[in-house]
Structures are given as C-alpha cells and as structure tokens.
C-alpha cells in the first residue's frame, strides 16, 4: 500500500542560529528596499559612483593584465589562457600586485605570501573570523557602530560580537580596555577588536594619529589582534592618515582589503594581509594566510581569476596606485560630501542641539541625529513618500537595538544627484 508522503520541511529552529539574528537580515532588507525604489534619493548604502562605468574599461583591464603577464612575467599564450580560464592559486593570482597598492597608496610593506585575494572585503572577514574562533569562549569585539558585514561573518563563525563604545574620537579606549578585562572574567578570549580607522561606516568617523598609537600600544598590551578594515581611506580631502597597519610593527594587524569601492564591486574582489605566525604543535611555523586560505579552499575555492585580472588592469593601468585611479571619483565624493553638509546646515538652520550631525572629511558616511526613533518602519516612509533612502543606525549596532540616528553616504549616482537638493528630502528625515 502505498503512503501518503508530504514535502518534507524544516524547522528554523533546526537550522543554524546566525539565520535568526537582525545582522543577517540587514543586508537583504536594505538591498530589498534600494531596489524597491530605484528612483529614489540614495543616502542608504556604500555604493560607489557609477558615471564612470565602462564596459570598455572591462576590455581594456583584462588585455593590460595579460600583457602584463606576457612582458613581465614571461608566460606564453598556453600561459596566459590556463591563468584566466583555469582553477588558480588559492591565495590569489594578483599578490604581488595587492602588495605594491599597499606600497604605493598606504605606505604598508606586505609580503605578498601574507595576502590572500578574497571574494570581496566580505569574504575575507568571514575567513579571518572562522579560524579565530576556536571554541564558544571566543568572542569578537568591535567598535560601535559595526559595519554589518562584519557582525553578520563573526556570526556564521559562531563568535559573539561585544560592542565597544566609539565615544566621539571613533574608539573608547578605556572602554576597550575595559570589555577585555570583561571578557577574560567571565572566561572568554577576546580574540580581536575591528575598528574601522579610516571615513568608518557607518559613523564616518576617522582616528587622529596620537589616537591610533594609543590604540596599537593597547591592543599589544592586552595582547589582541586588531582587524582593521579600510574601504573607505583613500577617498580624503588631501589629508590622508597612516592605517594602523603601516604603523604596526608587532604584526598586531589583521588588514581587511576590498576593491569594491577603488576598484568596482561587481568584481568582488578583496583581500586579507594576514603575517601573523602561527605555530603547531610539531614546531612548524606558518602565516596565518596560510590557515585562511584552507578555510578558503573551502568556501570559495579560489577568487574568480577573471576578477583579480580586472582589478589587476585597473592597478596597472594607474602604475598600482588606487588613490591616482580615483581622483575624479574622490573629488565627487567631496564635493558630494560638502553639498550633503552644507544642505543640512541650510535646512536645519534653527534645529541647533534637536537635529545635529557629524562633519566628516572624506569617505561615503554621515550621521544624523533625530529628536525621533529613525527606524526601519520610519525608512519605509520615507522611501514610500518622500523617495528618499537612507540607513537607520539600528542595523549597525551589533546588540540590534534602535536608535534616533541614520547613517547617509555622501554619495549617489548620477539619476540621484540632481535631486538631492529637492525642497522634500529634508521634511522625509523629519517623517
Ligand atoms: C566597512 C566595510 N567593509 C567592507 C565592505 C564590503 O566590501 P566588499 O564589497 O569588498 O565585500 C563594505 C561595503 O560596504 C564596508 O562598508
């Protein structure tokens, strides 16, 4: 006799915890409703500028980028084809090229045997998040507001997220010290602290100098690694500061890399400096790239070498400099940047103390603070209304919790930007 057999179906309480937390639903909600209003003023998302899109940029990175590897490297033409159409070096194909960028615009000495080329900036911090949580005392601390891509990695690696205050330089640094010393009373490891140094998202916010000293000095007194992620560095009004990593002489720094915003994000590509050394127990000793390109190995298995010769053509086309490959783009950027602030500053002139907001120098980030919750519900509004986006501070919170702050790049693609200054954006931020 035969049963009667149904569709078989799951719990979500069977299936990995991370699937239930706000942080790996931020991502989709905001994308989701970007998309929903494609028209719409966008303050809500990293997005680089699109005017200089170019499909013929495409042709012209991948015929650099096999050149190259004719007259620099000597390949043959069987070569240059197995490079571009075959599986590839895990660690990536274009190292050696990531580590002059890093020369040439950060002043950071790489190995380029301490690089692995990611899937974006994103896989990178997932990789780098899975092999330092070794078991459930392993937690991750991070500078709040969090970059959401980053809650969501130390989540799917099963590694808590403790937030640690910003304070108004952009790190708390008795409050650092303060959540490590937390952490290790109740028995857990602290295993590293992410900051963002640089135009930080979503708070915009940059670290002086003295500060990321300071920061350093702490993070070796307390013996902690510091995962610094800077997408966001290069785009600066002139004044351009050291990323910790070109200060880091106790291999401290794990460096987060992405092209997605000097480059293109449709490349997907980033990349992780990750010299640390770590020793088995049989007294071998390896870099800690090399532990992340095993995880990688299984997760990606390599970074799309069609990719890499993308991102590659652009570095050599622009002698490896990103900065010098974006000077049309900062100066948009900053230009972007002083409308936004000069806008608020003209609109909310009689606000002083109820509607405030921070003046950043550079990068794709400001904040605004309401005298009102500015939550999704409230973003919905807005876009459905007003068509104007933009990000509630909600989602960069690792603890999840609201807040009367949105976070607003100084960006937009063209379509956007002529309305930017529309007499209705500002009334949307008030609902
Ligand atoms: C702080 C930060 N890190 C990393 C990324 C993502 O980088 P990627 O697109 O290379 O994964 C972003 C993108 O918005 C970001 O804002």
Request: with cysteine; aromatic share 8%; glycine share 8%.
């Amino acid at each position: 006799m035969r049963q009667e057999t149904r569709d078989h179906e799951l719990t979500a309480a069977s299936l990995h915890g991370s699937l239930t937390e706000p942080a790996l639903e931020s991502m989709n909600f905001l994308n989701e409703v970007a998309m929903r209003y494609p028209d719409a003023v966008s303050f809500a998302s990293g997005r680089p500028l699109e005017d200089f899109f170019d499909v013929a940029l495409l042709h012209e990175y991948i015929d650099t980028y096999c050149r190259y590897l004719r007259d620099e490297l000597g390949y043959d033409e069987v070569g240059v084809n197995r490079t571009l159409f075959q599986y590839g070096r895990t660690k990536g194909i274009v190292h050696e090229l990531v580590s002059r960028q890093l020369a040439a615009d950060e002043g950071i000495t790489a190995d380029p045997e301490a690089i692995v080329v990611t899937v974006g900036c994103q896989e990178a911090m997932f990789i780098t998040a899975r092999a330092l949580r070794a078991d459930e005392r392993d937690v991750l601390l991070a500078i709040s507001p969090t970059y959401v891509g980053m809650t969501g990695a130390a989540r799917l690696a099963d590694m808590p997220v403790w937030p640690v205050r910003s304070g108004a330089l952009g790190v708390d640094l008795d409050d650092l010290g303060r959540q490590v010393r937390r952490a290790r009373q109740a028995g857990l490891r602290p295993r590293g602290c992410y900051v963002m140094p640089d135009f930080a998202n979503p708070s915009g916010v940059s670290l002086t100098i003295p500060l990321r000293h300071e920061l350093l000095d702490l993070a070796a007194a307390e013996d902690i690694l510091l995962l610094e992620d800077n997408p966001y560095g290069l785009f600066h009004d002139g004044r351009h500061l050291p990323a910790l990593k070109a200060l880091d002489t106790h291999r401290q720094v794990v460096y987060l890399g992405s092209f997605a915003k000097t480059g293109f994000p449709g490349a997907r590509v980033g990349y992780v400096v990750a010299d640390q050394r770590v020793a088995a127990d049989d007294g071998c000793v390896s870099l800690l790239a090399d532990e992340l390109s095993k995880i990688k190995s299984m997760v990606t298995v390599n970074t799309s070498a069609v990719a890499q010769a993308l991102v590659a053509g652009k570095l050599l086309h622009h002698d490896f400099s990103m900065a010098a490959a974006n000077r049309r783009e900062t100066a948009a950027y900053l230009r972007n940047l002083r409308q936004l602030l000069d806008g608020l500053r003209r609109r909310f002139a009689g606000w002083e103390g109820t509607v405030t907001w921070n003046s950043p120098s550079g990068g794709f980030f400001a904040v605004v603070t309401l005298p009102f919750p500015a939550d999704d519900e409230l973003l919905e509004r807005s876009a459905h209304e007003y068509r104007v986006l933009w990000t509630p501070m909600s989602h960069f919170n690792p603890t999840g919790t609201g807040c009367n702050r949105c976070g607003s790049p100084a960006v937009s693609s063209p379509r956007t930007r002529s309305r930017k200054a529309s007499p209705g954006s500002p009334r949307s931020w008030r609902g």
